[in-house]
């Protein structure tokens, strides 16, 4: 059965930090992944398509890199609009990551 | 403007029916993919139907399958979730998404509307 490991769950961060959420994939996906960002009471948004190509009218602050079986999406510097819950999502059968919830410190 | 809205959820009991909407506007609604996602109160996202532009096919996540029925008409621009069968665990609220064919992601989603399942 295919999986799709994000980590962490959850992680605390302040303003101006570099996050980096990473999500295995259990076999090779090429670059068929995903990121989204959700925010509470609202629906998922597109960040990242193909690994690492950012959605349009999407900051430059968030990128996406990997493939294979390891991907990466990082926020270069933190803002208070970011803290979200985010997604990884592989587009061979539409599984998403678990999510990592970005809080707070 | 491109936008998806559904409609149709609410209070169903276990074991009946109930069929969503997604009505699709601004965009070409015959050139795209769409989906079904939902996501459980305070829980995380679960894919659970897809139908290609060309309507050969069709895939279910294997907790719908045979019980959940995607398709659409393309004359009024939506796309229906037919829901049987149905269990408190699909309590949820369900998302349609637009997946353009030169992208791999789902690059529009609707708000979503509410299921709860409960006798």
């Known amino acids: 059965d295919f999986q799709l490991t994000q980590s962490p769950s959850f992680l605390s961060a302040s303003v101006g930090d570099r996050v980096t959420i990473t999500c295995r994939a259990s076999?090779?996906?090429?670059?068929?992944l995903a990121w989204y960002q959700q925010k509470p009471g609202k629906a998922p948004q597109l960040l990242i398509y193909a690994a690492s190509t950012l959605q349009s009218g999407v900051p430059s602050r968030f990128s996406g890199s990997g493939s294979g079986t390891e991907f990466t999406l990082t926020i270069s510097s933190l803002q208070p609009e970011d803290f979200a819950t985010y997604y990884c999502?592989?587009?061979?059968?539409?599984?998403f990551g678990g999510g990592t919830k970005v809080d707070i410190k | 403007q491109v936008q998806l809205v559904e409609s149709g959820g609410g209070v169903v009991q276990p074991g009946r029916s109930l069929r969503l909407s997604c009505a699709a506007s601004?965009?070409?609604?015959?050139?795209?993919?769409l989906h079904w996602v939902r996501q459980a109160p305070g829980k995380g996202l679960e894919w659970l139907a897809f139908l290609p532009y060309d309507e050969i096919y069709k895939y279910y996540a294997d907790s719908v399958k045979g019980r959940f029925t995607i398709s659409r008409d393309t004359s009024k621009n939506t796309l229906y979730l037919q829901m049987n069968s149905l269990r408190a665990e699909d309590s949820a609220v369900y998302y349609c998404?637009?997946?353009?064919?030169?992208?791999?992601?789902?690059?529009?989603w609707g708000r979503g509307t509410m299921v709860t399942v409960s006798s």
């Open positions: 998404a637009r997946a353009p064919a030169d992208m791999y992601a789902f690059d529009v």
């Open positions: 076999q090779d996906i090429s670059s068929y």
């Open positions: 601004g965009f070409t609604f015959n050139n795209f993919a």
């Open positions: 999502q592989q587009l061979n059968s539409y599984p």
